[in-house]
């Protein structure tokens, strides 16, 4: 069974404003967070107790999809994201998990 999936008012306020610059960001959003659902634990820890981490999904600037780094919370049966950061795609860069 997936988690389910929390978004706060940050990470409401953040999406929202990211509609109105990248053309395609509803679909990195649902990738990124179909990915969380998925694989929780992909992200970095940034707590000792490993249950706040963080995430980014590299973007394609020329489909206006954005790099998106959310920062979640990883509780029982939940997922909290608490922060979204949209910026403009770079240059591509092999990821290596």
Known sequence: MLPSMIENERCRLALNKAEAIWPRVIDAWEAATWILANDPLIGVA????????S????GARSI???????????????????DANFKEAGPYVQQVH
Request: hydrophobic share 30%.
């Open 55 to 58: 995430f980014t999904l590299q």
């Open 64 to 82: 206006g999809k954005p790099d998106i780094t959310l920062l979640y919370e990883v509780r029982n049966g939940e997922i909290e994201i608490q």
């Open 46 to 53: 940034v707590t000792e107790s490993g249950r706040t981490r």
